[in-house]
């Protein structure tokens, strides 16, 4: 009786033993591969992408927020044109930044393929990361100070466009609403990461 449990107990452990070794390695390997990776791509990764950018429009903030700020039917209508107006006049300016911001990432980065190793599994990612000539490094590192110049300029450039937004909210909402511009634009500073 005494062997019969001591067995089932064994039974029991081994396999969950077995899988947290197994966890704990694939998170090293995880975590390893993930370093080496941005060992030569660190900042695309935390770059922001243009659209991320485009959210970040005041006026479609305070269009959306109009429950906190209660607004007429004709400041959202304006709100909307001023929107517009936002988006018409940043075109040109996310067109360049997502060109240089494609130059900072390696050419042959593809997250989403994956190499099988001899068994069918998913093979070391360590072996599959390209390799970078020096002409393409220092073309990365080229476009990553340009890319870091772009999001000093959208700061400048978000200046105007809060101005603009806050122009035609009426004085009594007008607290409520640069206090939600605030709030936004520390959530820039976050998604920029404090870059210069």
């Known amino acids: 009786m005494r062997t019969r449990i001591l067995a089932a107990a064994l039974a029991a452990c081994i396999p969950a033993a077995v899988f947290a070794q197994g966890k704990g390695a694939r998170s090293s390997d995880t975590a390893s591969s993930s370093s080496s990776r941005a060992s030569y791509a660190p900042s695309s990764a935390r770059s922001p992408t243009s659209h991320d950018l485009a959210d970040l429009n005041p ?3 305070l269009i959306s927020k109009r429950k906190k700020v209660p607004l007429a039917d004709s400041t959202v209508a304006q709100l909307k044109a001023v929107e517009k107006k936002i ?12 060109s240089v911001r ?4 390696p050419i042959g980065d593809n997250s989403t393929t994956q190499g099988h190793g001899l068994r069918g599994g998913v093979a070391d990612s360590k072996l599959m990361a390209p390799a970078i000539s020096p ?3 220092a073309k990365m590192q080229s476009s990553m100070r340009d890319l870091r110049a772009l999001m000093a300029d959208y700061r400048e450039r ?8 806050l122009g035609v909210i009426p ?13 936004q634009d520390g959530d820039l500073e976050k998604l920029i990461g404090g870059r210069p």
């Not at 940043?90 to 067109?95: L, M, T």
């Not at 978000?158 to 937004?165: I, L, N």
């Not at 909402?173 to 640069?178: C, E, G, I, P, V």
């Open 135 to 137: 002409t393409e490094q």
């Open 171 to 183: 004085d009594a909402q007008k607290k409520a609403a640069t206090d939600l511009l605030a709030q």
């Open 59 to 61: 006026a479609a903030l």
């Open 87 to 98: 988006n018409d006049r940043n075109v040109q300016f996310f067109a360049t930044y997502d």
């Open 158 to 165: 978000r200046k105007p466009d809060v101005t603009d937004a």
């Open 102 to 105: 494609k130059w900072t990432m």
